[in-house]
Nanobody, 117 residues
Framework: QVQLVESGGGLVQSGGSLRLSCAAS????????MSWFSQAPGKERELVAT????????TYANRVKGRFTISRDNAKNTVYLQMDGLIPEDTAVYYC??????????WGQGTQVTVSS
């Protein structure tokens, strides 16, 4: 079955960096549109970044453009979110998501990112 396992979250000071990983299993990464979402306390889940794995086309939320980068390692079936220039407003639980054509959307369990000022 489809499984997504995030890792790499933690506590970092403002201006710092973190790299989140999403290890995927149960499907071929190249068949998916992979995304990262964030959900801050009391707020709705929001899209952060998306990559169509087969084409490599990426899109980013305006608030993270130039600071975050989504990438993938097909051999490891893993997607990454490199987060640089972190600010306190980035504090949230970050979720990996896979959108599989004809199957639906799947979610990981989330990883907490906390940015201190």
């Amino acid at each position: 079955q489809v499984q997504l396992v995030e890792s790499g979250g933690g506590l970092v000071q403002s201006g710092g960096s973190l790299r989140l990983s999403c290890a995927a299993s149960g499907f071929t990464l190249s068949r998916a549109i992979m995304s990262w979402f964030s959900q801050a306390p009391g707020k709705e889940r929001e899209l952060v970044a998306t990559m169509a794995i087969s084409s490599g086309i990426t899109t980013y939320a305006n608030r993270v453009k130039g600071r975050f980068t989504i990438s993938r390692d097909n051999a490891k079936n893993t997607v990454y979110l490199q987060m640089d220039g972190l600010i306190p407003e980035d504090t949230a639980v970050y979720y990996c998501s896979a959108n599989l054509l004809g199957t639906g959307r799947y979610w990981g369990q989330g990883t907490q990112v906390t940015v201190s000022s």
